[in-house]
């Protein structure tokens, strides 16, 4: 069966220091990969996908960068944080096109980020 | 492009009675549904989903929900809730690949605070 696991599932961070949370899925292949925010009472923002190694698509512009160097890791990464990227983080992954499918997303259990 | 709303960002409910959670979606061409259920700082459980065939849903933990084209919705329902449905309910949305969809992912409303009160 397929895991997801995400981590850290804690952090606090300083103003400027650097981030990076990491993601990896198992007992699959070629997946799409995905890191969603969610920000108190405002649901869930998707800030990037991701359908194979190396291809990454921002939907919002940011302060925030993702890499996904091997078929089943995703990496949120930032250089400087700020106040206003605090917030809870989560990754997911759904079928690839490969498999003719576009369904339902799995999500691991999210990093709280607090920036102080 | 497509677009869900869940119409209430508190529902509270006394503990054995039913409950409904609404949700509406927006969209030119034909989707897939998903109901997904969040305990506080965990990630995202899907409870059902709706991709063709029957309106009536059944998902785990004894909810269902129910497509309706015509009126665009896919409301939760649950009979009899209890302490432990207390949580956050997210309505999503994608489009299937016959329909255009693409791997942006599903598209979520705002969510939906269900308080169970005993």
């Known amino acids: 069966s397929q895991t997801i696991h995400q981590w850290p599932a804690t952090l606090v961070q300083p103003v400027g220091s650097p981030l990076s949370l990491e993601c990896t899925v198992e007992?699959?292949?070629?997946?799409?990969l995905y890191w969603y925010r969610q920000a108190a009472g405002r649901g869930l923002q998707l800030l990037f996908y991701?359908?194979?190694?190396?291809?990454i698509s921002s939907e919002v512009p940011q302060n925030l960068s993702a890499s996904r160097p091997q078929d089943r890791q995703f990496i949120l990464s930032s250089k400087k944080l700020l106040l206003s990227d605090s917030g809870f983080y989560l990754c997911?992954?759904?079928?690839?096109?490969?498999?003719?499918?576009?369904?339902?997303?799995?999500f691991g259990q999210g990093t709280r980020l607090t920036v102080v | 492009a497509q677009s869900v709303t869940q119409l209430d960002s508190q529902v509270p409910v006394f503990e054995e009675a039913p409950v409904e959670l609404r949700c509406n979606y927006s969209?030119?061409?034909?989707?897939?549904l998903f109901w997904y259920v969040q305990y506080p700082n965990q990630g995202l459980q899907l409870l059902l989903k709706?991709?063709?065939?029957?309106?009536l849903v059944k998902g785990i933990n004894g909810f269902e929900a129910e497509f309706n084209k015509s009126q665009t919705s896919f409301h939760l329902r649950k009979p009899s809730v209890h302490i432990s449905d207390t949580a956050e309910y997210f309505c999503?949305?994608?489009?299937?690949?016959?329909?255009?969809?693409?791997?942006?992912?599903?598209?979520f409303g705002k969510g939906t605070h269900l308080i169970i009160q005993p």
């Open positions: 991701s359908v194979g190694i190396g291809q």
């Open positions: 709706y991709l063709s065939g029957s309106t």
């Open positions: 997911a992954w759904s079928e690839g096109w490969d498999r003719g499918r576009n369904t339902e997303a799995f």
């Open positions: 999503a949305v994608t489009l299937p690949m016959y329909s255009g969809g693409g791997a942006d992912g599903l598209t």
């Open positions: 969209s030119s061409v034909s989707v897939y």
């Open positions: 007992g699959t292949s070629n997946p799409n």
